[in-house]
């Protein structure tokens, strides 16, 4: 059994790793089944199930200080890649689809745990509040709002369980619509002959931007330095801003990286390679982190909650076909809008190349706009969780 907080940690680096040597080499169906985050976060909580490692003062001490620390060092690296001067092009209509998909989701999360808390335990208002983080905007959201609300981390299966099986059939479903793009937007009576100008002038766009940006040591090392004293100073300030039971130190430290993140976006730090490779990398920690406080043997609701997923996805779904047809928006944008949120930036473009790969812009700007409003739309769905719990 380990004990050791430095050896406990390389554990946790050691399984991440071997999980991403196994996706790339092994060609294993598994994986196009499920993220490998999903496959990261199990594979730990199996191991700490089987108590490969106990709960010493050095692993605690060890968790805490990397989890707290490195959280909010990877929303800042997160958000320098969403320019909100390159989301505005995205267009009114689109925007306007994009913030519609968040209201539709967050009325979603409201109604099914109206009609299902009463089954589940009484703080499950927290898993849903970390899950609807990341279906508005993608997994670093649900992390930081698990840490914004301490969510208990056994809990944290249940959010990853409705995050994986959940997302993948609305993905499947998305994707199945596309032959029926023609037959919605008539439905919606949608004009959609602009889509494809647009898009290709935002593809003109990101290829002038990403001319020339390489990953380099001097970038890593200016991006981790500059997210770790982003870190260090929003935690100082949130030390001295005013708390309450809902509205602790944490959620403020992570409001001060996303303001920071946002700005900083705008400066020639947005435009630094490595950015996104180095906050990869500090999810992978996270989530392996939470993992590791985790048990199978609290997962004993898993049908419910997954059920209940399903029912927000459904009402999502169904709000966003009746705004479709009063405002005539066409099953792209819907789509798009819709997986953007819901998945990020991992899927919201694919779903854009199935309908042409001149919008592939399109996708990627609405997931980083998912990265910015996410948070602030999850804390708000746990405000309105916790007044209904």
């Known amino acids: 059994m380990i004990t050791d907080g430095f050896l406990f940690l390389t554990v946790l680096l050691l399984m991440a790793a071997g999980l991403g040597l196994l996706e ?44 707290n620390n490195l959280l909010p060092a990877m929303i800042f690296l997160m958000l320098l890649k969403s320019d909100l001067r390159a989301i505005a092009h995205l267009g009114p209509r689109m925007l306007g689809a994009f913030f519609t998909a968040v209201i539709t989701i967050m009325l979603g999360f409201v109604i099914t745990f109206a009609i299902f808390h009463r089954w589940l335990e009484p703080d499950s208002w927290k898993t849903f509040a970390a899950l609807s983080g990341s279906w508005m905007g993608g997994t670093g959201n649900m992390a930081a709002i698990q840490s914004a609300l301490d969510v208990p981390d056994s809990r944290m299966g249940y959010t990853l369980l409705m995050d994986s099986i959940d997302y993948a059939i609305w993905v499947m479903i998305l994707l199945a619509l596309v032959p029926f793009a023609g037959l919605f937007n008539r439905w919606t009576n949608a004009d959609s002959s602009l889509l494809a100008k647009a898009g290709e002038r935002l593809a003109q766009q990101h290829e002038a931007k990403a001319a020339g940006t390489t990953v380099t040591q001097l970038n890593l090392l200016v991006l981790l330095s500059l997210s770790f004293l982003v ?90 076909a009746l705004v479709a047809k009063l405002f005539r928006l066409d099953l792209f944008t819907c789509g798009v809008a819709s ?51």
């Open 339 to 389: 997986l953007a949120n819901i998945g990020g930036v991992a899927s919201a473009p694919i779903l854009a190349a199935a309908y042409s790969k001149a919008l592939i812009p399109v996708g990627v700007l609405m997931a980083m706009l998912g990265y910015v409003v996410g948070t602030a739309g999850g804390l708000l769905v746990g405000k309105m969780l916790f007044w209904l719990a």
């Open 24 to 67: 790339k080499h092994s060609g294993w169906r598994l994986f196009a089944i499920l993220p490998g985050i999903v496959l990261l976060y199990f594979s730990v909580m199996l191991a700490s199930s089987l108590g490969l490692w106990s709960q010493s003062d050095s692993i605690r001490a060890t968790y805490s200080v990397v989890r």
């Open 231 to 320: 870190s260090a100073v929003s935690q100082h300030l949130a030390s001295l801003l005013p708390t309450t039971a809902f509205l602790t130190s944490m959620t403020w430290t992570i409001l001060l990286v996303t303001l920071a993140g946002v700005l900083a976006a705008m400066t020639r730090l947005g435009r630094l390679a490595g950015s996104v490779e180095l906050s990869q990398i500090m999810l992978l920690v996270i989530i392996a982190l939470i993992a590791s406080r985790a048990d199978f043997a609290d997962l004993v609701k898993a049908p419910i909650y997954v059920t209940a997923g399903l029912m927000i996805l459904c009402i999502h779904g169904l709000l966003m």
